[in-house]
């Protein structure tokens, strides 16, 4: 997970700890938004403060030496002084990922995917994730919300997409989200569309309705921060890094 606990290996903790050695001083990053544990950020946004003269090529050659195998930069260059990659940015995109039916069975899919064993139709999912475009509040699909902020959210995008081969990829773009969102979204639709939970489901939470039974998050393996927006466009294209960039 992202944010930095006592006595634990966090995302947070690594970069701040790489970061105080090259910098020769203590430093904190902000970030564009949590990730929890299990959640792969593909593009994940940072900014910290340097020395003066510390140029983006440098430090970025100095993070590529420190940081360990499972934690790695992008790219760093430099940024206003007011820039703060949280409250500056004006959109988020996630990916879920879904391996159904014999791709379930794949031990190269562990903790990259949600292995859901049974047929899904793609036509079904599909037309669950048409509702969900808007504006509204999302308490019902969420695991905590931001009592400063509210639960409402705008829902730009949200679609599933079939491939590559048998998985199955749902894309969701926001103004913003509240913990869990996407994996309770997620979880949601593939229990309706595997006729484990009421078809109007869906439609009842959206409207802030109770569901007929307690809602569970999809597993965390599956879910993927794809992009930030900001002002000039997003942070890094569309895409799962292990499956859509070029190696």
């Given at each position: 997970g992202w944010q930095r606990q006592p006595d634990m290996r966090t995302v947070q903790g690594t970069l701040e700890e790489a970061l105080s050695r090259l910098l020769d001083r203590s430093?904190?990053?902000?970030?564009?938004?949590?990730?929890?544990?299990?959640?792969?950020?593909?593009?994940?946004?940072?900014?910290?403060?340097?020395?003066?003269g510390r140029a983006a090529a440098d430090v970025a050659r100095g993070l590529g030496a420190l940081?360990?195998?499972?934690?790695?930069t992008l790219g760093v260059r430099e940024a206003q002084d007011d820039?703060?990659?949280?409250?500056?940015?004006?959109?988020r995109r996630y990916e879920y990922l879904l391996a159904p039916g014999l791709a379930a069975d794949s031990p190269f899919l562990r903790d990259?995917?949600?292995?859901?064993p049974g047929a899904l139709d793609p036509a079904s999912l599909a037309a669950l994730a048409g509702r969900l475009a808007g504006e509204r509040a999302f308490d019902g699909f969420a695991k905590a919300g931001q009592p400063e902020r509210g639960t409402r959210c705008r829902v730009e995008e949200a679609a599933w997409r079939a491939g590559p081969?048998?998985?199955?990829?749902?894309?969701?773009?926001?103004?913003?989200?509240?913990?869990?969102?996407?994996?309770?979204?997620?979880?949601?639709?593939?229990e309706i569309a595997r006729g484990r939970r009421p078809a109007d489901d869906l439609d009842r939470?959206?409207?802030?309705?109770?569901?007929?039974?307690?809602?569970y998050p999809a597993p965390p393996g599956g879910l993927y921060l794809t992009g930030v927006r900001y002002e000039e466009g997003w942070n890094r294209p569309a895409g799962i890094p292990w499956l859509d960039w070029p190696a």
């Open positions: 430093t904190r990053v902000e970030l564009a938004g949590r990730t929890d544990a299990g959640v792969h950020a593909a593009a994940q946004e940072i900014a910290f403060d340097t020395p003066p940081l360990p195998e499972d934690l790695g820039f703060h990659p949280r409250f500056d940015a004006t959109g990259r995917c949600w292995r859901v081969g048998p998985l199955l990829r749902f894309t969701i773009v926001a103004d913003r989200f509240l913990h869990h969102m996407v994996r309770y979204l997620v979880g949601t639709q593939v939470m959206l409207e802030g309705e109770t569901p007929s039974r307690p809602v």
